[in-house]
């Protein structure tokens, strides 16, 4: 009884669902995820489809005109959820929370800072990276300091037992964040049915 009443109210959500959303992709620059991974609980489970909002590949390149290596960023903050690609697997898209950033043209003290950390915004940065001798080596020279072209930022899943992230990776630059989310669509857990939510951190 239980299982005849949920699907029919899940085929009218479902029903009701698509008919928004085909309105808001004709209008609205959305798509439409499905999350394949437990990296978000408590927020999102493995099977939840959210909006997102796109971040178009050229906008996220443009350059400015102030400043040749800087990117024109769209505004993003800490507990926003973003879709970025893997810096280790270019064909994957993770879907993390934002928990720290390094704003474009802030002066960086290197010798302070995790060298996994200076690894990945210097490289992010598309510029040659070593590390000799407790050294940082930066395109061949010797530096103690770093000013990124864009901004970065350090993302966690809200599942920390089993996410990789930041914490593995270091920091993701700007231009590799490819949509962003703040509405979840259908959530279907715990024989729970779950539309329309928002994705604020669960504590």
Not at 120 to 138: L, M, P
Request: glycine share 4%; with cysteine; aromatic share 10%.
């Amino acid at each position: 009884m239980w299982f005849n009443k949920s699907m029919r109210l899940l085929y009218t959500m479902t029903i009701a669902v698509l008919f928004i959303l085909t309105l808001l992709r004709l209008f609205c620059p959305y798509s439409i995820c499905t999350i394949e991974s437990n990296s978000m609980e408590p927020t999102l489970h493995d099977g939840d489809v959210v909006l997102c909002t796109t971040i178009s590949t050229a906008s996220n390149k443009e350059k400015s005109q102030d400043n040749k290596n800087a990117y024109n960023s769209p505004t993003l903050s800490i507990d926003d959820i973003v879709i970025f690609k893997s810096t280790n697997h270019s064909d994957q898209n993770w879907i993390k929370r934002i928990t720290k950033v390094i704003h474009q043209g802030t002066p960086l003290s290197l010798n302070t800072m995790n060298a996994n950390d200076v690894r990945s915004i210097i490289t992010g940065d598309s510029a040659h990276f070593v590390i000799r001798n407790n050294a940082f080596y930066i395109n061949g020279r010797k530096s103690s300091t770093y000013i990124p072209h864009q901004n970065f930022y350090y993302v966690n899943g809200d599942n920390k037992q089993t996410s990789y992230d930041s914490r593995h990776f270091g920091y993701i630059p700007q231009s590799s964040i490819i949509a962003t989310s703040q509405l979840g669509l259908i959530s279907i857990h715990n024989r729970r049915i779950n539309i329309f939510f928002t994705l604020k951190r669960q504590h």
